[in-house]
């Protein structure tokens, strides 16, 4: 069935940049919700950024805490999920997961419960 792995985590310095990738194998409807979330610990798992696309049109949707700040994007050949992290903050630390969803809304849900498929989730930690 789908599965989801993530790479590209790891330390960086406040200020700087990290891109995320979520690859996606055994999605059927390609225009389905994807999203990335993030949690610490003793939190709730947060919608981050999501994406629609149908090959046609493309939506995406932010957290307001990150937009302006991060990029989330698909490869159009594989199924691969970005999120381009910029001008990062101690507050950004966290476990970042990726996650697809059944549905197809527009925009794009950053609901916990509207998502079924979820990655191990990969660490991003952020030093001042």
């Known amino acids: 069935q789908v599965q989801l792995v993530e790479s590209g985590g790891g330390a960086v310095k406040s200020g700087g940049s990290l891109r995320l990738s979520c690859t996606v194998s055994?999605?059927?409807?390609?225009?389905?919700?994807m999203a990335w979330f993030r949690e610490i610990p003793g939190g709730e798992r947060e919608g981050v950024a999501a994406i629609f696309s149908n090959g046609k049109v493309r939506h995406v949707d932010y957290a307001d805490d990150v937009d302006g700040r991060f990029t989330i994007s698909r490869h159009n050949i594989e199924t691969i999920v970005y999120l381009e992290m910029k001008n990062l903050k101690p507050d950004d630390t966290a476990m970042y997961y990726c996650a697809t969803s059944p549905r197809r809304a527009r925009p794009p849900s950053l609901r916990r419960r509207d998502y079924n498929n979820w990655g191990q989730g990969i660490q991003v930690t952020v030093s001042s």
């Open positions: 055994g999605l059927t409807f390609n225009d389905a919700n």
